[in-house]
């Protein structure tokens, strides 16, 4: 038998002493029959909205789907210093009709059994419900989850037009769950995917973003593009297929598509922004590919400052935060960057401002998945001795704010008020220190400064 956490079988326990119906349902339910953490908790039941209100009076309904959400202490999640609280949400058992939005329904009644309220669901897997003692699967889910295949309730053409979500949800779950998606359902997410415009970008980079977060992001991308999908969400990265590579003094032996795809599949970042950024990160070529009839050489200069622009518009276009709008414009830029541990300490320190060190390891992420990406060898020594120059370079100051020494110090030793002649002490040591003329050692600096003022060298000069 199936174990619920106490507080999901107090919710039920509550509804049950009342006379009501109450089952745990959905995703919840697919990841406990898969032994996978689960995350959340919906509920169905046969009390109205306004009888789950007098059950839980601290509840809140602000909605016209029959969704109640009730707050619940959660002590897995206790944080330093409180508690953090989850949501359960409830639904009444109920019938949906008329999708004029492709989205949402315009008409909703309450139904009138567990069975009905199923029938509604998008996925044979999120449609099984369970109280504690009785597990109720009218669509055979629990087969689907054993043959891990992702299958719709019903017609599929039909819950496609109900939400066009789904056609992305779809996608989505059967790459989380490493499961594919049966040959109607995945048909019939080929026949409507135009359905897709009536999506909001907010709604399509979530699901995207949850497709890079997955452990398979790059299945998921080839489903997205198999579906016809990425033509539609994405048509930059669907230009990229078929573009060559291969040619003479050339390491490249996949086209622009499939090298991207594979740079994702290799990346060793898990987190998704960066994931995004490497399956972005050629998407210039196409506009600048060009080969040499003569020689057969197939050069894309400058692909990476178009690609940067590229990928701004795709990430306006998608409602990216401007945090992780500039991030993917910053990796995608400045990949091209030259390998050579023998580079100086001032060609690496101008390569670590442009990027930025919060992006330092993103970037050397994306580089992995490149070079793994385009059929190099797993290792590179090169790489990783230009990985310890970088960490060596990063203990030395990159800004005068990286001095051991401040403002504040200089006009206590000079008897000086703010103003440049403060600034221009501080940007002569910090020249002196990154040329290793001194140490950046508080004791040194200061020495250094009272051995000036004797001949007033830093002041007047």
Not at 288 to 309: C, M, Q, W
């Amino acid at each position: 038998m199936l174990q619920l956490p106490q507080s999901v079988l107090s919710i039920i326990k509550t509804f049950t002493d009342q006379g009501f119906e109450c089952f745990a349902v959905g995703g919840s339910i697919r990841d406990l029959l898969l032994n996978r953490p689960t995350h959340a908790w919906d509920f169905t039941t046969n009390a109205t909205p306004q009888e789950i209100q007098k059950l839980f009076p601290d509840c809140f309904y602000d909605n016209e789907f029959g969704t109640v959400g009730i707050k619940i202490r959660s002590s897995k999640r206790q944080t330093n210093e409180s508690w953090v609280e989850d949501v359960y949400e409830v639904t009444t058992y109920r019938h949906e009709s008329d999708y004029t939005d492709k989205r949402h329904p315009d008409k909703v009644t309450w139904g009138k059994s567990l069975e009905e309220d199923l029938g509604r669901r998008d996925f044979t897997i999120g449609a099984i419900a369970y109280d504690g003692k009785k597990l109720i699967d009218p669509y055979q889910g629990q087969l689907d989850l054993e043959q891990n295949i992702v299958r719709c309730v019903g017609n599929p053409d039909t819950r496609f037009h109900e939400d066009a979500l789904r056609i992305l949800r779809a996608i989505r779950i059967a790459t989380e769950l490493g499961f594919t998606i049966e040959p109607a359902t995945f048909t019939a997410i080929q026949q409507n995917v135009k359905l897709l415009k009536n999506i909001s970008a907010d709604r399509l980079r979530q699901e995207l973003m949850h497709i890079m977060k997955s452990h398979y992001p790059s299945d998921g991308i080839m489903l997205l593009k198999n579906a016809g999908i990425i033509a539609q969400i994405l048509p930059e990265l669907e230009t990229c297929f078929g573009v060559p590579q291969q040619s003479p003094k050339r390491h490249h032996i996949y086209d622009v598509g499939t090298h991207l795809i594979l740079s994702l599949k290799h990346c060793p970042s898990v987190n998704p922004v960066v994931r995004f950024a490497t399956l972005l990160h050629d998407i210039g070529k196409p506009l600048v590919f060009h080969k040499d009839e003569p020689s057969k050489l197939i050069t894309f200069y400058n692909h990476e400052v178009v690609g940067a622009r590229i990928t701004k518009n795709i990430a306006k276009r998608l409602n990216f935060s401007n945090k992780d709008t500039e991030k993917l414009i910053t990796l995608v830029r400045w990949h091209q960057f030259t390998v050579d541990e023998n580079q100086t300490d001032a060609t690496l320190r101008r390569f670590i401002r442009r990027v930025g060190i919060e992006n330092l390891q993103d970037m050397l992420d994306l580089r992995i998945g490149d070079r793994l990406g385009g059929g190099a060898r797993e290792t590179s020594w090169r790489l990783r001795l230009y990985m310890k120059r970088l960490e060596e370079v990063q203990k030395q100051p990159f800004t005068v704010a990286d001095l051991k020494v401040d403002g504040y110090e200089i006009m206590k030793l000079f008897n000086l008020k703010p103003g440049p002649k403060v600034g221009k002490i501080l940007n002569e040591l910090f020249n002196d220190v990154i040329s290793e003329k001194l140490k950046n050692n508080k004791e040194d600096l200061l020495q250094y400064l009272r051995n000036k003022i004797k001949t007033d060298q830093l002041i007047t000069s």
